[in-house]
């Protein structure tokens, strides 16, 4: 981090005193966190650009405009949905690169022009057609129906893992508690990956604001929320906990936090792309495993992902929905519209100074974010039941006003000034997915993409998270740099470089609001187009993305 703020240029402010005078008191130095929103592919590939632009092993990411050593001097990384497919790309895959990602012509992974309802090219580590792929995934699900009751989700994990995971049919082995085994996490070199979750209580469809808000890190599966409150141990997840322990006569369970189904539940709002395969190379077993596991849940919930037995069984039977409950259910940590995964890290036990909250989720008509993630996140931390239980969140205006102030086109801060809040909030760097290159408003449910479309997003999300490497604003990273340190600087006492005023006056939102109907958000690119390749459909289309979805979602009745 001190080399980081030290190339940023922060005049006024000498940041190796700064770190000299508070090296014995790691808690007055500033604790960063970044959360990457769902949105399928679009968010998984932009999110990769900004974690490209954040990673200072990166070619040319630490030259001057840009942003590399953030991911190293970041404490927390958080997804949800497609940003959770990233999250676990690069997590489950030792803490790769982007780059390495996107190069890496020895097997599949990342090769999304074979949508994941054909499977991967026969070549590389996966020798498969598509009758092999589908019977492959079965298989592999079938293993575990010998123990464990199973749901949509878990073939939807082992699909994904086959473009997310760099091993042999997805890696079935690999499990989400591994992370922690990593050396590079177990030295602390890298940020803690938290993927999100929402609970579902027992016959609830809607899922409402107050719900209970579930996190997958290394070591635990649980909840701050007062509902739950309380994490078991992830490695032990399929283990027959009772009232939070595990009764003398049971024996420990490990692997049921399998990467893919973890990764799967939290997009487990993509279950329904696999309802919709009708193809004659899909194996008979395979479609009526879809359809019992259909039948056993009702079509209503095939968005859920079974955990059974329930961790939390007749735990907090005061307040848990789920407690008298043998299976615990949880859901798309995106459904409750909290669609940046913010919950984890502003818990006050985290202590976070400052979240980027990167969000190309799918508001507008054309796909473009309009800060509904936000505000919903701040209306769960007023709301009256004390399901926010003591996190606080700075004010956010209303998607009109985002869209009205162009708060929706650029970075902005919430939260600048904390004596106007009751308790203190981390400072929220909101960057919202823009066309700075390409046209990265794709829809949520396009399910294939060629390399040069995909590396387009990544390359357009780099420049998102720089804004083109300070092209369009030369001081953008001197204001990341002083977002970084206001926190810091307001508990050491420590004056406020005047270019760090300049910064928040830039940036910062200043309560102004403007809820008129606003036009329709549809921007144009800030920079000169890439060139892509057509894509692997034939078409790409710019435009209403609700349509679009639509048209995405019947044509997969005829993918093949």
Known sequence: MQALLGRLNISGFDVNAYFNNHQSNSSALPNIAIGVSGGGYRACLNGAGVFQAFDSREANSSAVGHLGGLIQSATYWAGLSGGGWLTGSIFVNNFTTITALLNDNTSTVWEFG?????????????????????????????????????SITDYWGRALSFQLVNATNGGPGYTWSSIALEESFSSGSTPMPILVADGRAPGELLITGNTTVYEFNPWELGSFDPTTYGFVPLEYLGSNFSGGVLPDNEQCVRGYDNAG?????????????????????????????????????????????SYEPNPFYQYRNGTSESAQSTTLTLVDGGEDLQNIPLHPLIQPFRDVDIIFAIDSSADTNYNWPNGTALVATYERSLNSTGIANGTVFPSIPDQNTFVNLGLNTRPTFFGCDSSNLTEVSPLIVYIPNAPYVYYSNVSTFDPSYNNTERNAIVENGYYVATMANATTDAQWPTCVGCAILS??????????????????????????????????????LLLTAVSVNATSEGMRIRGNGLAFGAFIMSAMLMLF
């Open 261 to 305: 189904f973890i990764m799967g539940t939290s997009s487990s709002l993509f279950n329904s792309f696999l309802l919709q395969i009708n193809n004659s190379n899909i194996p008979s077993p395979f479609r009526s495993a879809l359809a019992n596991a259909l039948g056993s849940i009702g079509e209503d919930n095939n968005d859920i992902a």
């Open 487 to 524: 926190r810091s600087m307001e508990r050491t006492g420590t004056t406020i470089p005047d270019v760090c005023r300049q910064c928040m006056d830039r940036y910062c939102w200043d309560g102004t609001v403007n809820s008129t109907r606003p036009a329709e958000y549809d921007p144009k």
């Open 114 to 150: 074979n949508s994941i309802f054909k499977g991967p090219d026969q070549g590389g580590i996966q020798l498969l057609n598509t009758a092999d792929y589908y019977n492959t995934i079965y298989n592999d699900v079938q293993g575990k129906t010998t123990n464990f009751a199973t």
